[in-house]
């Protein structure tokens, strides 16, 4: 069984840029969620998608925005960056069911640094 | 809003006492309180985790309580060890599971 993987590992991007970072589900989960943890700070949660719709969204703004495939892998895209989007960007995934509350499995994060 | 509050931020401890880590939540639509661990350079990893229909879960050295009345629950560690040593994280989850709101972290010290 293969858990959550995400790429890259770090990044370095300038004010203004875009910045697109990727996550790859555990094997048979079909939900992911996307958190942004500031240092020594909780993650925060930005959205989740189900079945490649958004299921649910945190308070950030438009500009944080994602896409799941049918693989279920999914993309969390940036724009217009800000110095304060400076965090470690977790993804988890979690299989959806009867049930309304299951495990999420974390993947190690991506660093981004915004100069 | 939904929030989280969670104390200490920080705990430190001799090997072999107990460790105590408290929450407080703000919605009462939360259902379920799991319990994450970090480590340095990793992703949370769930240690335990309570549904609102339990008062108390225990599973070998951690267990968890939770006062729905009070919308306070608790993480206890005994007999703790060097490996104990790490960030630890209580959350809420919310009806449908979708929105997952997390505390600001506690750090644990274990001295040996």
């Known amino acids: 069984e293969t858990g959550v993987t995400q790429s890259p590992t770090h990044l370095i991007k300038t004010r203004g840029q875009q910045v697109t970072l990727r996550c790859s589900s555990q094997?048979?989960?079909?939900?992911v969620s996307w958190y942004q943890q500031a240092l020594g700070q909780g993650p925060q949660f930005i959205f989740q998608?189900?079945?490649?719709?958004?299921?649910g969204r945190g308070n950030f703004p438009p500009r944080f925005s994602g896409l799941q495939f049918p693989n279920y892998s999914s993309e969390l895209n940036v724009n217009a960056l800000e110095l304060d989007d400076s965090a470690l960007y977790l993804c988890?995934?979690?299989?959806?069911?009867?049930?309304?509350?299951?495990?999420?499995?974390f993947g190690p994060g991506t660093r981004l640094t915004v100069l | 809003g939904e929030n989280v509050e969670q104390h200490p931020s920080t705990l430190s401890v001799q090997e072999g006492d107990s460790a105590v880590i408290k929450c407080t939540y703000s919605?009462?639509?939360?259902?379920?309180f799991p319990w994450y661990k970090q480590e340095l350079g990793k992703g949370p990893q769930l240690i335990i985790d309570?549904?609102?229909?339990?008062g108390e879960k225990k599973d070998q050295r951690i267990a968890v309580t939770l006062n729905k009345t009070a919308k306070h629950f608790s993480l206890h560690i005994t007999e703790t060890q060097p490996e104990d040593s790490a960030v630890y994280f209580c959350?809420?989850?919310?009806?449908?599971?979708?929105?997952?709101?997390f505390g600001a972290g506690t750090r644990l010290f274990v001295k040996a």
């Open positions: 988890a995934s979690s299989l959806a069911g009867d049930s309304s509350y299951n495990e999420q499995f």
């Open positions: 998608y189900y079945r490649e719709e958004e299921n």
């Open positions: 094997s048979g989960h079909n939900t």
């Open positions: 919605d009462s639509a939360s259902n379920y």
């Open positions: 309570i549904r609102s229909n339990v």
């Open positions: 959350a809420a989850v919310y009806t449908g599971g979708f929105k997952t709101i």
